[in-house]
């Protein structure tokens, strides 16, 4: 049974993704689409070139809402059409919207499964030109490729009911949780040591991290862990902890070895402004990375995160995205208070983890094979 994986990300480094190679390997034939090398897990890969990125759509065409002429005359999508549609598939996962009208056309024997990794229409909806032109493409990409998916997935509750609301979606929900990693709880250090780790994207407001440590009153170090996504940015956030002498900025570690890496800290930091809906209500992979580490957290006030902090005591919650907030949520640290949560976290690493979240799209894509059969 032959089972496509189609991302328009590099596979090698996109956990999700790998999450479902991993998942399905031992039962499926994978072939894999996408960016970048062969990912380990599949017999067969095709190679998205990188000069062919998925966002860069005709722009005139999407402008006059001739969404199906922009959607064919992609060149990223008409290189993946043109580069599976002489093969035939049992099954397919396509991942984020842009996917799905790939495999409706290619229409797999048992259908498709749908994974929404986001919110779509407001990935980007602090920007006006996304609001006005590239929003209602998505709503309709939604309404005329999505909506012949056998199943759909997305990461978070939230999320899922917007989908069930606007598009009558029925979503189930798989957290963006790391596989379960055997870690000790260590003793909080003198000075706590504070990690973020995550890419350098402006809408994030990094510098909140740092104005933060330089504001408490707290005996910490601040460690930030940031690929250079956007160097202009690393370059101003590099410039502004110059004068902070107690943040640093260490190099990116391969994916592999984050988890353990982030175990030799005490608390992770992720204070994600709600700079649009899906930072509003992100469950990212670095907060289950944060637990699976065994560190306490220490957040803003993201409904999502906070439902979890507040119901399994992992942390502190800012009262706001402000470095103001985020200094009083230092302001409260103690030894005592962050060996209590990183307990906590080592209590939830299990249930936060990919063993307890992949078996919704093992389950989807099962009833999809067995519901052909039948």
Same mark, same amino acid.
């Given at each position: ?18 999450? +479902? =190679? ?40 999407? =402008?006059?809402? *001739?969404?199906?002429?922009?959607? &064919?005359?992609?060149?990223? =999508? ?9 093969? &035939? ?35 980007? &909806? ?14 309709? +990409? ?38 379960? +990693?055997?870690?000790?709880?260590? $003793? ?22 740092? !104005?933060?440590? &330089? ?38 570690? $391969? ?26 209500? *992100? ?62 976290? !080592? ?7 990919? +063993? ?10 099962? !009833? ?7």
């Amino acid at each position: 049974m032959r089972l496509l994986i189609l991302s328009f990300s590099r596979l090698e480094s996109d956990p999700r993704v790998r999450r +479902q =190679i991993d998942l399905f390997r031992d039962e499926w034939d994978i072939v894999t689409c996408g960016y970048g090398p062969a990912p380990d897990g599949s017999i067969a890969h095709h190679e998205i070139p990188s000069e062919v990125p998925v966002w860069r759509y005709p722009r005139l065409a999407v =402008i006059l809402r *001739a969404y199906r002429w922009a959607y &064919s005359h992609n060149r990223a =999508i008409a290189w993946a059409t043109d580069a599976l549609s002489a093969e &035939s598939f049992d099954a397919m996962i396509a991942n984020d919207v842009d996917a799905a009208g790939i495999a409706v056309s290619l229409a797999p024997r048992n259908g498709f499964h749908a994974d929404l990794h986001e919110f779509a229409p407001l990935q980007n &909806s602090e920007m006006l030109r996304f609001r006005l032109f590239v929003a209602p493409f998505v709503r309709w +990409q939604l309404r005329t490729f999505v909506a012949k998916a056998r199943s759909v997935s997305t990461v978070g509750v939230s999320i899922a009911e917007r989908y069930r609301d606007e598009f009558g979606f029925d979503p189930i929900v798989v957290m963006n949780a790391p596989e379960k +990693q055997d870690l000790p709880v260590r $003793p909080t250090s003198s000075p706590i040591r504070l990690v973020h780790a995550g890419a350098a994207l402006r809408n994030r407001r990094l510098e909140t991290l740092i !104005d933060a440590v &330089s504001l408490t009153s707290a005996d910490v170090t601040l460690d930030l862990y940031l690929p250079a996504n956007d160097p202009g940015y690393l370059a101003e956030l590099r410039e502004r902890a110059s004068s902070v002498s107690n943040v640093h900025f260490a190099d990116p570690v $391969p994916f592999d070895d984050l988890v353990e890496t982030l175990n030799r800290y005490d608390v992770g930091v992720h204070v994600l402004a709600a700079t649009n809906y899906n930072n509003a209500y *992100a469950m990212p992979n670095k907060f289950f990375e944060y637990v699976q580490a065994r560190l306490a957290l220490v957040i803003g006030p993201s409904p999502e995160m906070a439902r979890v902090v507040d119901e399994r005591g992992l942390g502190a919650i800012a009262d706001d995205f402000t470095a103001e907030a985020v200094a009083r949520a230092l302001d409260g640290l103690t030894p005592e208070s962050v060996d209590a949560a990183k307990r906590a976290s !080592d209590l939830a690493c299990e249930e936060l983890s990919a +063993q307890s979240q992949v078996p919704g799209w093992h389950r989807a894509v099962t !009833d999809m094979r067995e519901a052909a059969a039948s």
